[in-house]
Every structure is written in C-alpha cells, then in structure tokens.
C-alpha cells in the first residue's frame, strides 16, 4: 500500500495529473486525425524470467513502484489502476504491459500489443525489438503496423526462403526490384495464386410482412495473394455504380479508380483487405436474402399462457445451404416460465437475461427448423399484455452472388505474359439483420 501523504504532495500530485489531461486535450485540438488516446507508457518483458525487453515513456518517466503495480495483476487484461487504464497481454515468450491516462479503445489496444508481441517474437537481437517498439508505436500512438513495411525496416529470412536460395539459387530471385511500403522485395513462391473475397455484410430490418426496411450493405474485397517478384494487378467491375463511398489499401493507384473505378495495384504479400464500400442499392433483397421467419401464437386453454410455433424457413433458391444459421430473440418481462423444443440445432435459454438463443448450424432444403412450445405468463398479467411478438436476430451467411448486384468483370495480373491461378468468391453475412414478428 502506498505511504501516507501530505496534503501539499496530494496536490501536487493531482495538479500533475490536471496537467497531464489538459495537455491531452490541447494536443486532441492541435491534432484532429488523432482520434485514439494516447498511451503513456509501454513495457515488454520476458514472461518467464520476468526482464525488461523493452520500454517506452511518452510522459516522463514512471518510479519502480508504479511500474510494479501497473505489472501486477496478470488475471485482468484490462484494468483501472488511478490514474492509468492498463492493458496486459501476453503470449508464449513475451508479455505487454500499456497504460494510458484516458479512456481508449480495448480491443484495439488488445490488437496493437498482441501485434508488438508477435513482431519481437520473430527476432532476438535486442536492438532490434527496441527500435521495433519506437516503430510500431509513435507518440503513444500506432504508427507502422503493416507486417511488409516492418519486413523492409526489419529484415529476416525465413526457413522457406533459406531452402529456396539453396536448392534453387538465383531462379528464385526473379523480380527483384526496390521494396514497397506495403511489400518487401525480392518474394518468391513456388506456386503463384491470386484468390479474392468479394465479402458483403447485410444491416437491414424485415417487417412482419417480410419486406426489407432500412437496408445497409457493407461490402469487403478481401485477398489472399502468394505471387512471386512485383506484380501489377488490375480488377475491374461490370457495375461499380452500384459502390457508393469506398476505403482503398494504400496499395491501390488513385488516378484509374477516380477515373473508372478501376483497382490498379501492387499486391501485399498474403492476406490483406484491398478495398471496402458501402452501398444502399440491392437487388431483390426481398429474394435475394433465402430465409424467412414465421411465428404462429394461440391462447393455451388449460394454463395463462400462449402456445408457441416459430419456423426458419429456406425461400425457393439455387442455394444448396446456408452456414452458421441462429436465431437470437429476448422473451417479454411478464413470462414465468417457458417449455420450447426443436427439431433440428441447439437451444440456450438464459431467463436471467430472458433471452432464448436457436443455434440451428448449417440449413439446407432437406428439413425445416422449427421451435415449438408454451409460455407461461405470471398471474398478475393483464390480458392485453400477455402478446408474444419478439423481435428475432438472424445470424446466417452463404457463398453466392452480391446482394448489392456488384459484379467483376475481370482480374488480371499486367506485367507477366503467363496468368497465375486466380479465384474469385462472393460471400453474404448477416450483420443487423432483424425480423420483426
């Protein structure tokens, strides 16, 4: 426990905290991108011995006493130790330790550590992890976080590229070229591969009579690329209209996209997001999404209470399946006690929470899930308030064309006569999506 204080120290402990929040603040005026707050401190340690792999101050220096508190208590990732907000991760060698003065984002504290940790595991010199630490953050803020450009200022070969240069000496060293931001030189694969993900997430609202309200699509090109050297892609749409405003890679050239919205690039090397839009536009939603849901309610004779028919049905579709299929709805505060059963996924019934989760798993047209059961409603219910109308949370997602109707029209690699193998996959997921009964 900490020593007792004098009021003149008290004080001035809380005019350096005042200090510190206002300087914050001028700094949030002065730098309006800068949305994240800013971390005061950073430390990596050795999780077995427990020594200091590397550290970084922006806010003057901390005594051992507080770097001791702030290290403790490895059961909480995230903590409020006054007047930090700690996060701690760890992973197998390493483990972080980041405090801040105000409140942030967790999960993307959570990402950036767990990233730190993933790039120093990699290398040993302790130079290196230093100098890798003052990279990846700024100021006490993310800077260079892309896994290539951390490849160019922080070189290493792997085991696969020692084995190539071996086996196969100079043929592997086919387009060499100066490095990238976003790609380091002198890549090589023995299969050469370009697969993208047209993935579209549906925010939308389905009324009782089963049409679409208030309709989102939020669509992500995700890609996966292994090609050797430097290539030059280009993807073109037949109907780019239909994107409304976009988020583009740094990898993309802007002038083709503002002219045709045409994606010319140099690919990262593995997986990376190549663009992501939004879109209102959808093309028979009504149809297009193969999933409906009814609900049939009768008084129950013998007991106060309602007899329950509830069906996820499959719309007449060229879909052969649908994956991760669950229906998630909140039972009203008046019922006393439930009875439902399915024929096909699981059931969770939470009554503290009184919310009823249908984990119904991959669907097809072979049988139709179907809930059925009672409520039974509590004796100092009214009879107009004994009405069973949820409001269900479909979860749901299936490899088909875009909903927003975006169609490619072709993908191609510029610079090398002979095409690498390419692959092209819509996906459709749910992401708000709500039915109203």
Known sequence: DAPATSKRTRRVLA???????????????SHPTRGWTMFASIWVFHRETGV??????????????????????????????????????????????????????P????????????????????????????????GGLP???????????????????????????????????RALPWRRANISHLKNEFLLDVVE?????????????????????????RLS?????????????????????PCVRLKPFLTDRAVSFVPPDGHFTLMSYTTEAAVALDTAIPLYVRLQTAPDAGIPGSKVNMVVGFKPSSLKSLDGVRALFQLPPHILRTDFSTNCGTLHMDMNERMCSWDIGTMDHTRTPCLTGMVAWED??????????????????????????LAIRSLKLMNEPQQPFRGVRFVVQSGSYEVCL
């Open 15 to 29: 005019r350096s905290i005042d200090d510190a929040f206002r300087a914050r603040k001028e700094t949030r005026s």
């Open 52 to 105: 200091v792999v590397a550290e970084r101050h922006w806010k003057g220096g901390v005594s051992a006493r507080t770097t001791a508190k702030l290290c403790a208590g490895w059961g909480k990732t995230v903590q409020a130790e006054r007047p930090y907000y700690v996060v701690r991760v760890q992973k197998e060698e390493l483990k972080a330790v980041a405090a801040a003065m105000e409140e942030f984002p």
């Open 107 to 138: 999960a993307a504290a959570v990402e950036l550590l767990d990233r730190i940790l993933e790039e120093m595991e990699r290398r040993t010199d302790p130079v290196d992890r230093q100098l890798l630490l003052d990279e990846m953050v700024d």
């Open 143 to 177: 800077d260079t976080t892309q896994l290539a450009e951390l490849q160019v200022l922080f070189p290493e070969e792997d085991l696969v590229q020692r084995v190539s240069t071996v086996l196969l000496g100079n043929q592997m060293n086919v387009g060499q070229g």
């Open 201 to 225: 997430r549906v925010d939308a609202t389905v009324n009782r009579e089963g049409r679409h309200e208030s309709v989102t699509v939020v669509g992500s090109v995700v890609a996966n690329s």
């Open 229 to 249: 050297g430097l290539p030059d892609m280009m993807l073109t749409f037949s109907n780019p209209e239909v994107m409304g405003a976009c988020n583009l890679h």
């Open 380 to 405: 100092t219910v009214l009879e107009d308030q004994m009405s069973f109308s949820p409001t269900v949370q479909l979860s749901f997602s299936y490899v088909h064309s875009s909903v927003s109707g």
